[in-house]
């Protein structure tokens, strides 16, 4: 099992920042992929960004230019660095850790989320 635990929410106004952070522990040696999701009120769970054992990273075009995704392996951490806020950023946010088996199925690890809120 992998426990992650998200913190570093909060209320920014526009155009500011906040650093969010997962910390993970058990069984991480089998997670491949730490991502952030994101959930806002109504809408469905949606990508933010995400980051292999290899350092690869990817991220929703919504986000590109504004975040960071990024990994401290020996704090068994990740972060998203999160600037020029928007209103449209509120959300609940999520950390995942997935681990992709040979048979090419998945397994989801989430965190309980943390809030983020954009507002002047």
């Known amino acids: 099992q992998v426990q992650l635990v998200e913190s570093g929410g909060g209320l920014v106004q526009p155009g500011g920042s906040l650093r969010l952070s997962c910390a993970a522990s058990g069984s991480i040696f089998s997670i491949n992929v730490m991502g952030w999701y994101r959930q806002a009120p109504g809408k469905q769970r949606e990508l933010v960004a995400v980051?292999?054992?290899?350092?690869?990273?990817n991220y929703a075009d919504s986000v590109k230019g504004r975040f960071t995704i990024s990994r401290d392996n020996a704090k068994n951490t990740v972060y998203l660095q999160m600037n020029s806020l928007k209103p449209e950023d509120t959300a609940v946010y999520y950390c995942?850790?997935?681990?992709?088996?040979?048979?090419?199925?998945?397994?989801?690890?989430w965190g309980q989320g943390t809030q983020v809120t954009v507002s002047s």
């Open positions: 980051i292999t054992d290899g350092g690869s990273t």
């Open positions: 995942n850790g997935a681990r992709m088996w040979t048979t090419g199925a998945k397994t989801d690890y």
